[in-house]
């Protein structure tokens, strides 16, 4: 069984978010960037089946260069190849990007895709689906279970207050969810293991795609803004319970017309 | 080109609040736009509660089945077609942001996701839409024909305004779903989502252990209520990440939110604040969520959580 994990690279989730001068992207300056943490459960669940079944597991990027890092520490956790495909994901949108990644997964023989559930930052939940259309391919989202039979995966999909059971042909695309498995760190036999993997590049034109394909300006940013700093309402001394509790029921009532 | 397209999701031949919410931010756009406000839906008996809602036509595919992203893509792809409408929109449930994607590859269309604003402006669909789960906020123009946005559940209100039933129109859907639904359990029965639910309680690490969750429990059932958690105690594994609010969670913006016990970690505060009304219980007064609070109550949880169920129950029987 051969693998493909897609992976989005995203600044740490404790990160403190700075817009740039031209108002419509992020300040990088300075920002820590991670494997999103989604795809983290995305990959541990590629590296299990690879070690059940044999096989390949192939991380795939799309972005500009820093993204061979976030590459480099999924080998260092078990992966076995790596895909970088170029290009600046600021000026591409999610069908732009899902267009790249369905060429590029193409040229890597594969029986199941995987993906994060959503990249965590610009959390548009798009990519995934997307690359499952394009590729004609029948998918499973927000996963929190997956098992491999013949030909076949189930997984179990998470929606509100239930869970679906569904079975699908391979190949599928599976996007993982929080809950699926418990990611493993890399190992120092893995972190000089990954250092010997060779990681390849490809631009768009590699892939046969023009760049209008995937710079199409389907959806463009025309601003990004920093939300109303908060200061924070009214504090009170809870020392005394049952007052305490009577002044909160009244605000629940009174402002939030909850009661 | 005109018009707006809205994929309506129903549950026992009702209209689910996210397409009430999606379909009348829908109409608003269908005013602005130009053209009719049109529905999708899988049953025909909610024709009159989509007219009611501003709906003019609902397409109804009666043979489709149970949800499955790719023969309701087809179905979804189909309408769109016929209609030629300038926007598309689905609520951000489960199945709305399954189906949004899988629909924009096949219309080669740009979606925005997740959004909290929406307007139809200079021949164009713009939105806002929460980024970095709330630390930022992104207003995007999507320029596709069609333009197709989930709406973020609890961000638009709800309104009719429309009269007289929807006039129907069936289609047939050819397609086949290489995926199959075998089953769909309920594990926690009667546990309301945190996705779609107006009032949170969350608990914190200042539970202490997961027993003390039935405090949360108990306060979020007396105020009918779903149960949140921070990310601290979903990964101590005192509750399921089902529960988990921030940003590696489910970022919410319920009418009223009460934390107890959570100190507010930058991306609990992320996932959260956009909340209408914020009540925070801490005994640490220079505690982060006191920040974000509309009112912040300084003191013992264990104290205090129980009085206020208390105090819920009493409000409530009176």
């Known amino acids: 069984m051969n693998s493909v994990v897609c992976i989005a690279q995203v600044p740490d989730t404790e990160s403190r978010i700075k817009i740039a ?20 459960y995305a990959l541990e ?12 597991v192939t991380v795939l ?4 260069d820093r993204v061979q890092q976030a590459l480099r520490e999924c080998l ?8 970088h495909v170029k290009g600046d994901t600021g000026d591409a949108d999610a069908l732009g990007i899902a267009k790249a990644l369905a060429a590029a997964i193409k040229t890597v023989p594969h029986d199941v895709v995987f993906f994060g559930k959503q990249g965590v930052g610009t959390d548009n939940s798009l990519v995934g689906p997307m690359v499952a259309e394009l590729l004609d391919y029948p998918q499973v989202n927000v996963v929190t279970h997956v098992e491999f039979g013949d030909g076949k995966v189930t997984a179990h999909r998470e929606i509100e207050g239930a869970e679906e059971t569904i079975e699908c042909p391979l190949p599928a695309v599976i996007t993982a969810q929080k809950g699926l498995n418990e ?6 036999k893995g972190i000089m293991a990954a250092k010997k993997i060779t990681i390849d590049i490809k631009s768009v034109a590699d892939l046969g795609l023009q760049d209008t394909d995937i710079f199409n300006q389907r959806v463009t940013v025309v601003s990004l803004e920093l939300p109303p700093e908060k200061s924070g309402g009214r504090k009170i001394d809870g ?8 002044e909160i029921v009244k605000y629940v009532r009174e402002e939030a017309k909850a009661l | 080109m005109a018009g707006v397209l809205v994929f309506v999701e129903t549950k026992d031949g009702k209209i689910k609040k996210v397409s009430r919410e999606a379909l009348s931010i829908g ?22 509660d989509a007219g009611r809602c501003g709906a003019k036509k609902l397409y109804v595919a009666a043979n489709i089945g149970p949800y499955l992203p790719e023969t309701y893509a087809a179905a979804m792809e189909q309408v769109a077609g016929d209609a030629q409408p300038s926007v598309v929109l689905l609520g951000g449930s489960s199945n709305g942001r399954d189906l949004a994607p899988r629909l924009a590859a096949k219309l080669d269309a740009g979606v925005a996701s997740d959004v909290d604003r929406l307007e139809w402006t200079g021949g164009k669909l713009r939105a806002r839409r929460p980024v970095y789960s709330g630390k930022a906020f992104a207003t995007v123009e999507v320029n596709s024909v069609p333009a197709v946005a989930t709406t973020r559940p609890n961000a638009f209100p709800a309104e009719e305004g429309g009269s007289g039933a929807a006039e129907v129109v069936e289609i047939t859907v050819d397609a086949k779903s290489k995926a199959k639904l075998l089953d769909t359990k309920v594990p926690e029965a009667g546990e309301l989502s945190i996705a779609e639910a107006d009032i949170i309680v969350s608990g914190g690490r200042g539970l202490k252990e997961a027993a003390n969750f039935s405090l949360i429990r108990d306060l979020a059932h007396a105020l009918g209520g779903a149960v949140g958690a921070s990310r601290a105690t979903v990964d101590a594994g005192w509750i399921d990440h089902q529960h988990q609010v921030g940003q590696t969670g489910r970022v919410v913006s319920p009418n009223l939110y009460i934390a107890a016990g959570v100190s507010g970690a930058i991306q609990h505060l992320a ?39 208390e105090e819920v129950k009493r409000a409530k029987a009176n």
């Open chain 2, 271 to 309: 996932g959260m604040s956009s909340s209408k009304h914020i009540v925070a219980i801490n005994k640490d007064p220079e505690a982060p969520i006191f920040r974000v609070a509309d009112l912040g109550v300084v003191g013992d949880l264990f104290q205090i959580v129980p009085a206020l169920t």
């Open chain 1, 45 to 56: 669940e590629a590296i299990r089946l690879k070690e059940k079944q044999a096989g390949d």
């Open chain 2, 27 to 48: 109409r608003k756009l269908a005013e602005a736009a130009g053209g009719d406000l049109i529905g999708f839906a899988s049953d025909r008996s909610v024709a009159e």
């Open chain 1, 76 to 83: 260092a956790r078990g992966a076995t190849k790596a895909l």
């Open chain 1, 61 to 64: 990027a799309f972005g500009p």
């Open chain 1, 21 to 40: 001068p031209d108002g419509r992207r992020i300040d990088e300056t300075g920002l820590k960037f991670i494997v999103s943490p989604f795809d983290e």
């Open chain 1, 239 to 246: 020392a005394d319970a049952a007052a305490a509790a009577r």
């Open chain 1, 183 to 188: 990611p493993r760190y890399a190992s120092l």
